[in-house]
């Protein structure tokens, strides 16, 4: 289910390609850092290093839509101290993911690169495991307890064609992240580059 869940986004652009009407169709994989402000007494929402997938699909006068996910390549481990009246701590593997979904502007179009600025919600996703599974007619099994936030998004990115339709893409984003008590930051950054494919109605 994981994987499944991580794949929908890829899958939903991808299955926007048989769209005729479509100026270009990207869909990317990449590598980030996220960094966020460090609370006192909480674990720290950044470091490791972060994956990415996503694509967008834009259709008219440089408008379109997009979807990410960006999720933590490793599991990290969250621990809080006892608190000052004797509670016990909590201790537990821990992935954030993020899932965003955006409206994308595409300013400009030269035969090299492409800029894109996104905005847009989602979910912020903390996944807590567990050594033992949990089941639901929806969710099928699974070995986590997810805390989940609403987020809001901003982005920044550029497709450097390397051929017709391979890119490269470094990207910039803001998120903003509501009721964050797990991490008690309320917004991450995020920079990192990924690699890409195109269908695009004029390739150079």
């Not at 996944?127 to 099994?141: A, N, V």
């Not at 490269?168 to 797990?182: S, T």
Request: aromatic share 16%.
């Amino acid at each position: 289910m994981k994987k499944i869940r991580l794949a929908l986004v890829l899958g939903f652009v991808l299955g926007l390609a048989s769209m005729a009407s479509a100026q270009s169709v990207d869909a990317y994989f990449g590598f980030n850092a996220l960094m966020a402000a460090h609370t006192p007494n909480l674990p720290y929402l950044g470091g490791g290093t972060y994956l990415n997938v996503g694509g967008d699909l834009i259709w008219w006068h440089g408008l379109g839509i997009g979807a990410e996910a960006t999720f933590r390549a490793r599991q990290a481990l969250y621990i809080t101290p006892p608190s000052a009246t004797g509670q016990q701590g909590f201790e537990a593997p821990v992935r954030p993911v993020l899932y965003d979904f955006n409206a994308v502007w595409e300013p400009a179009s030269a035969p090299w690169v492409t800029p894109f600025i996104e905005a847009g919600i989602g979910v912020a996703s903390f996944r807590f495991y567990t050594p033992y599974y949990s089941c639901g007619y929806f969710s099928g099994c699974t070995d986590y307890a997810s805390s989940n936030h609403l987020m809001f998004h901003l982005g920044v990115a550029a497709n450097f064609y390397l051929t017709d339709h391979i890119f490269i893409r470094p990207m910039a984003n803001l998120y903003l992240i509501r009721h964050d008590y797990e991490f008690g930051v309320g917004s991450a950054r995020e920079f990192g580059v990924a690699i890409g494919y195109t269908l695009r109605a004029t390739p150079f």
